[in-house]
């Protein structure tokens, strides 16, 4: 069983399209993020949703909408997709403690190309 | 902003232990020391953390600094599946933990 898992692994696309990339953990985890790796390589933080609640957005256009409808799942949303976009997204997931907070287990990620 | 600073790469040789730096002298009171690493095509995979005393685990050791202002990650037996990006971070319990460049450690046979 993987314990976070997202959907699809890969995604091409035009610009000016509207997609979705979803994510489920089954670790019981209460707290649940989005991180975009950039073709630098770069790991950054989107947002974080703790108990289906909104915690962290790093300054994320609004076209990039996340949900989250139960505590198990958290997908994004993104509209009118620009080239900007292409990336991998990571879902993650973390248990709910003082250390723990920051012990990520993460999906295996969706490569999002905008053509 | 750079919190922590690693080198950009480094190699080490199979069955040897690799001994991965990192400098965090702007570490407050109430900040761990996580280490990650993502291997090429994969998510980043949680490795250890500490707050001031040495940690071991079943994948690696963290010996962080009596001033905590530094620490080194152990790998006791690297093999070729170590090779990949190693990160150093330094947070609390603040939902946004922020990766680096990491360094890119190549075990070679």
């Known amino acids: 069983d993987t314990a976070v898992s997202q959907t699809p692994k890969y995604l091409v696309t035009q610009m000016g399209n509207d997609k979705s990339i979803k994510c489920e953990q089954n670790?019981?985890?209460?707290?649940m993020y989005w991180y975009k790796q950039d073709s630098k390589k770069f790991l950054k933080i989107m947002f974080s949703y703790n108990n289906k609640e909104l915690i962290i957005n790093e300054t994320v256009p609004n076209r990039f909408s996340p949900k989250s409808p139960d505590k198990a799942h958290l997908n994004l949303h993104i509209n009118s997709l620009e080239l900007g976009d292409s990336a991998v997204y990571f879902c993650?997931?973390?248990?709910?403690?003082?250390?723990?907070?920051?012990?990520?287990?993460f999906g295996a990620g969706s490569r999002l190309t905008v053509l | 902003d750079a919190k922590t600073t690693q080198p950009t790469s480094m190699d080490c040789a199979e069955g040897r232990a690799a001994n991965l730096p990192c400098n965090h002298s702007t570490i407050s009171g109430n900040e761990y020391v996580y280490w990650y690493r993502q291997i090429h095509s994969q998510g980043p995979q949680y490795i250890i953390h500490?707050?001031?005393n040495n940690e071991t685990n079943e994948m690696a050791s963290l010996i962080i600094t009596e001033d905590r202002k530094s620490s080194t990650l152990i790998l006791p037996h690297a093999t070729l599946r170590d090779t990949a990006v190693y990160y150093c971070?330094?947070?609390?319990?603040?939902?946004?933990?922020?990766f680096g460049a990491g360094t890119t450690v190549t075990v070679r046979a």
């Open positions: 500490g707050l001031k």
């Open positions: 670790l019981g985890h209460d707290t």
């Open positions: 971070i330094s947070g609390s319990n603040d939902y946004k933990l922020s």
């Open positions: 993650a997931s973390s248990p709910p403690s003082a250390a723990g907070a920051n012990v990520l287990t």
